[in-house]
């Protein structure tokens, strides 16, 4: 192939480019949680957006080959021959790949995470290849309809379960990361082999499925809940810890935020003391035994902060459901929870007109949210006496154990 045909290749990817960077600022800037490096990379780097476009481009090219009879039996050096016709748009598909990444990153005022950047890269670096295969076994609409089934089957997931990871006590899964990297590495070597094997048709199909398909069954078979989007696994208690009133754990993130997160909780604090609630020695992102947990990021606010304080200062009831709870009992129960929750988030300063947000997905009944209404209208003593009340409901299980 000439050198001329090549960089005619590179401008017509050079303009089409900006159209895949308007497209990734539409994406990126939607509200998918990208607080966090690891969200943010996966967003980015979900490589079947720069696969779909360097792929056609290295179809084209490979079919250029096929034509010139590479794919014939005796080309034994058919894959080193298909990798020096596509190292530009490996090249420039790396380069593309990381400069997005970064500065989605710099623009979001987050980091970079490495190993998702890393196997995103594989994985695009796989499906160029393999469209590389694709062109040149096949050509015209049918090599089209094989990359866009492809792509739509297998890739969109692969980076996907990271979008999101990891908020709160979360960190991103390795196993999950190495699962997607040996399913890359599988679909790039299992590639090659059936360039290799061009010259015979039905045994290039076979290596060229077979190999990545393998890999990704042995991966379900060994990390069963990789299959199922697992990409989070429980992150290290790694917590700063700040002397008070009240001692507060912060992640290394957000030890900047110490002075808001500090009045949110002083000020709850002060609000809860006069009902006889008392807020727990310390108080962390991480949580722990004796320890209530809050959480600050992703929406970074006070609200968050005191919501999160609210809902765990509520007594779990959990251990009522280890045995059959009757209707009547777990109707009682399902309601305490949420009229304690409801109270202490009213009481410890949320306004009213912004807790029934706040409270969206937490209550189980939106109205018990108005029948605590009526309470925190109460002298302090009668809501002291009410909140008791409640308490009992829960440690009962709704009445049953009484």
Not at 201 to 223: D, G, K, M, Q, Y
Not at 335 to 340: E, F, L, R, S, W
Not at 374 to 381: C, H, S
């Given at each position: 192939m000439s050198g001329a045909r090549r960089t005619g290749d590179l401008r017509l990817l050079a303009l089409a480019l900006p159209f895949y960077c308007a497209f990734l600022a539409v994406y990126i800037m939607a509200p998918e949680d990208p607080d966090y490096a690891v969200s943010l990379t996966a967003q980015t780097a979900r490589s079947v957006y720069l696969g779909i476009l360097f792929g056609i481009a290295a179809a084209v090219r490979a079919s250029d080959l096929r034509s010139g009879g590479v794919s014939r039996p005796g080309g034994i050096r058919r894959p080193v021959t298909l990798l020096g016709a596509l190292w530009p748009l490996l090249v420039f598909a790396v380069v593309a790949q990381c400069a997005f990444v970064g500065v989605v990153a710099v623009v979001r005022g987050a980091g970079v995470t490495a190993p998702i950047l890393a196997v995103s890269l594989v994985v695009l670096l796989a499906q160029i290849v393999f469209a590389g295969w694709v062109?040149?076994?096949?050509?015209?609409?049918?090599?089209?309809?094989?990359?866009?089934?492809?792509?739509?089957?297998?890739?969109?997931p692969r980076l996907g379960p990271f979008d999101g990871c990891c908020a709160g006590n979360e960190t991103w899964s390795r196993p999950a990361a190495g699962a997607s990297l040996a399913v890359g590495v599988a679909l790039l070597v299992g590639t090659l082999a059936a360039v290799a094997l061009a010259g015979r048709?039905?045994?290039?199909?076979?290596?060229?499925?077979?190999?990545?398909?393998?890999?990704?069954?042995?991966?379900?078979?060994?990390?069963p809940d990789v299959v199922r989007g697992a990409a989070a696994q429980p992150r290290p208690d790694d917590t700063r810890c700040f002397d008070g009133d009240v001692r507060i754990c912060l992640r290394p993130e957000h030890v900047d935020e110490l002075a808001e997160v500090g009045a949110v909780v002083a000020e709850m604090n002060r609000a809860w003391r006069p009902y006889g609630v008392t807020m727990p020695a310390t108080v962390s992102e991480a949580g722990g035994p004796g320890r209530v947990q809050f959480q600050y990021g992703p929406e970074h606010s006070a609200d968050l902060v005191r919501l999160t304080l609210a809902v765990n200062m509520t007594p779990s009831p959990d251990a009522c459901f280890r045995k059959p709870l009757p209707p009547e009992h777990d109707r009682a129960?399902?309601?305490?929870?949420?009229?304690?929750?409801?109270?202490?988030?009213?009481?410890?300063?949320?306004?009213?007109?912004?807790?029934?947000?706040?409270?969206r997905e937490v209550l189980t009944d939106p109205a018990n949210l108005d029948a605590?209404?009526?309470?925190?209208?109460?002298?302090?003593?009668?809501q002291a006496a009410w909140y008791e009340t409640q308490l009992a409901t829960i440690e009962s299980c709704g009445g049953r154990d009484v």
């Open positions: 062109g040149l076994m096949l050509s015209g609409t049918r090599a089209a309809i094989v990359l866009v089934v492809f792509w739509g089957l297998w890739f969109v048709p039905a045994w290039s199909v076979i290596v060229a499925v077979t190999v990545p398909f393998a890999v990704a069954a042995v991966t379900a078979l060994l990390l129960l399902v309601a305490a929870v949420d009229h304690v929750t409801t109270w202490l988030l009213l009481t410890g300063g949320e306004p009213r007109w912004s807790a029934a947000e706040e409270l605590v209404d009526d309470v925190t209208d109460r002298p302090e003593a009668e």
